[in-house]
């Protein structure tokens, strides 16, 4: 018996991709959406989520982060717990760069996961949770394959673990954000946060509070049941902590030196071609962790590149991907790069030959401009 199938017409093929793709793209919608729409954000696709870039300016929004105080709502990050602490001890050691032995309840830990080449698959935060285990903060772009890597090895070394998709994820920063907290925490849990030092988390009523951030400044990275996080938001409005979005966020970050994963690292490059070897505890010498064999070999063998930033002395503005000169010599490549509000010029992460300093050239649209290097972070902060 021969059943006959319809044909679908290439139109149709076409409508029904266009909304299944629809479908999935409108999926990624963080608990705030409809408070950014109604805030009037100019909404982007970053890594499949619908995000504000800002909410009419920019360049305000960051100056609100660096005098005041801003809110982001960055709940599309990966929020992955381990509730067995002895166990996921022993994996994290050994698929961390950076070690967890360092680490005690309540205390945070900024660290890459690398491949066996050490290329970085992505950066991260690990929280210590004590008698409940681990909190790992990853990058929303690379959760897919973050999670691939990391779930065959959690099964090898008996570690439970569980994606908090029901978690949603704010971070309050500036000068001024502990203060605005007092309007949406009492007063015994405000004292504790703002006595609690940088790089340490603290929980209390369903809320686990980190002081930590992506711009440099002080502040805090709220974590909390995503049903309750629009009437968060809302009360923090109210606060005065003004709404910030994906660009103000970005300018901060290279203000102060952070790296972007994507553009400032990844699977191709190391921590030590990245800036990031103060990420890579050595110590002790037995510790076996994915990657240190090819870190190690690069490291005797002498590291080829080095990780600066660039300040613009002429006009324009600097990009990832352009070409960085001493005279006629090619000596690397931005990686990240951005106006400087607080610096008003331009400004960049760059990864250029060893034993690079002082001045060089960026070919900028055909043209050489004049830049200096310089350590990261561009601005001296407090964070």
Not at 54 to 66: A, I, M, P, W
Not at 207 to 216: H, K, L, M, P, V
Not at 372 to 380: C, E, M, N, R, Y
Request: with cysteine; hydrophobic share 45%; aromatic share 8%.
């Amino acid at each position: 018996m021969i059943i006959a199938v319809p044909r679908l017409t290439d139109f149709g093929l076409t409508l029904a991709l266009s909304v299944a793709l629809e479908i999935l793209r409108m999926a990624k919608r963080t608990p705030l959406y409809a408070r950014h729409l109604a805030l009037g954000a100019k909404l982007v696709d970053f890594g499949g989520w619908d995000l504000p870039l800002h909410y009419g300016s920019q360049l305000k929004e960051h100056g609100q982060v660096r005098t005041a105080a801003g809110l982001f709502d960055v709940s599309h990050m990966t929020i992955v717990d381990f509730p067995d602490p002895a166990p996921t001890r022993a994996l994290l050691r050994y698929l961390l760069a950076n070690d967890v032995a360092r680490l005690y309840p309540g205390k945070a830990l900024y660290t890459c996961m690398l491949n066996e080449a050490g290329g970085v698959i992505d950066d991260l935060i690990v929280y210590d949770r004590g008698a409940t285990g681990y909190r790992l903060v990853l990058n929303a772009a690379t959760r897919d394959k973050d999670l691939a890597w990391i779930a065959p090895l959690a099964e090898r070394f008996s570690a439970a673990w569980t994606e908090r998709d029901d978690l949603a994820m704010l971070a309050a920063q500036g000068p001024e954000a502990l203060t605005r907290l007092a309007a949406v925490l009492d007063a015994g849990l405000l004292k504790r946060v703002q006595a609690s030092q940088r790089f340490h988390a603290l929980e209390a009523d369903q809320c686990f509070i980190a002081r930590t951030g992506y711009t440099g400044e002080d502040g805090v990275e709220i974590m909390l049941p995503a049903e309750d996080a629009p009437a968060l938001w809302d009360r923090l409005l109210a606060a005065g902590v003004a709404p910030c979005g994906l660009g103000a966020r970005d300018t901060l970050r290279l203000e102060a030196g952070m790296s972007l994963y994507g553009s400032d690292m990844d699977e191709t490059t190391t921590p030590l071609v990245s800036g990031l070897g103060w990420t890579v505890a050595w110590q002790p010498p037995d510790r076996e962790f994915i990657g240190r064999p090819a870190l190690e070999r690069q490291r005797a063998t002498g590291v080829p590149q080095i990780f600066v930033g660039l300040v613009l002395e002429d006009r324009g503005v600097l990009r990832s991907h352009q070409t960085v000169y001493d005279g006629d010599r090619d000596i690397g490549l931005t990686t990240s790069g951005a106006f400087s509000p607080t610096l008003n010029r331009g400004i960049a992460l760059a990864r250029v030959a060893a034993k690079t300093a002082g001045r060089c050239q960026v070919e900028v649209r055909g043209k050489r401009l004049a830049a200096l290097t310089v350590k990261p972070p561009f601005i001296s902060r407090p964070c």
